[in-house]
T-cell receptor
Framework: SQQGEEDPQALSIQEGENATMNCSYKTSINNLQWYRQNSGRGLVHLILIRSNEREKHSGRLRVTLDTSKKSSSLLITASRAADTASYFCATGRIQGAQKLVFGQGTRLTINP | DGGITQSPKYLFRKEGQNVTLSCEQNLNHDAMYWYRQDPGQGLRLIYYSQIVNDFQKGDIAEGYSVSREKKESFPLTVTSAQKNPTAFYLC???????????FGSGTRLTVV
């Protein structure tokens, strides 16, 4: 059962532009996390935002969370070729099984 | 350096064979997880363990088995009952629920 749904499924932009990816979810959450996956590799944890937070920054990453709309966005500023990867959101639920549930991911391509 | 190690990187299985994928972590994390990823898809949870000698089924546990005899180790066996095992398998660990996950580099399993 997939909780998060990323939008768009694929995004292609020019190097230097900003990239925005969105995530929607269905149930109440404790936190929402974003991960990056380079092709054929494991996932790398980028940032975690808790349900009582609205915005969080880490370097060129900015994450927002709107619990009333059950949605989050990940903004990557001044994109670089090395940012080419798939990006996944994952939600930690308040109740139920103690596990993260991942979305389908957004495939981001940065063109030089 | 602390981390999580999966082996082998590539694994080939004949029809009717059981195979075991290794996952070891030296992060002193309590929780460990196994996910399956099919091409272009998100992650689906197979099994997870919050503590030694205890584990729970995830969303797609049929045809798989696990053990958690040591805190550091969480091996996954893909049995002959799993009819479509060809996939990318990812192991992860976390200090506890609702914290970020650390992923291994994955095992690509192919049925020949």
């Amino acid at each position: 059962s997939q909780q998060g749904e990323e939008d768009p499924q694929a995004l292609s932009i020019q190097e230097g532009e900003n990239a925005t990816m969105n995530c929607s979810y269905k149930t109440s959450i404790n936190n929402l996390q974003w991960y990056r996956q380079n092709s054929g590799r494991g996932l790398v944890h980028l940032i975690l935002i808790r349900s009582n937070e609205r915005e969080k920054h880490s370097g060129r990453l900015r994450v927002t969370l709107d619990t009333s709309k059950k949605s989050s966005s990940l903004l990557i500023t001044a994109s670089r070729a090395a940012d080419t990867a798939s990006y996944f959101c994952a939600t930690g639920r308040i109740q139920g099984a103690q596990k993260l549930v991942f979305g389908q991911g957004t495939r981001l391509t940065i063109n030089p | 350096d602390g981390g999580i190690t999966q082996s082998p990187k590539y694994l080939f299985r004949k029809e009717g064979q059981n195979v075991t994928l290794s996952c070891e972590q030296n992060l002193n994390h309590d929780a460990m997880y196994w996910y399956r990823q099919d091409p272009g898809q998100g992650l689906r949870l197979i099994y997870y363990s919050q503590i030694v000698n205890d584990f729970q089924k995830g969303d797609i546990a049929e045809g798989y088995s696990v053990s958690r005899e040591k805190k550091e180790s969480f091996p996954l066996t893909v049995t002959s009952a799993q009819k479509n095992p060809t996939a990318f398998y990812l192991c992860a660990s976390s200090i506890r629920h609702n914290y970020g996950y650390t992923f291994g580099s994955g095992t690509r399993l192919t049925v020949v």
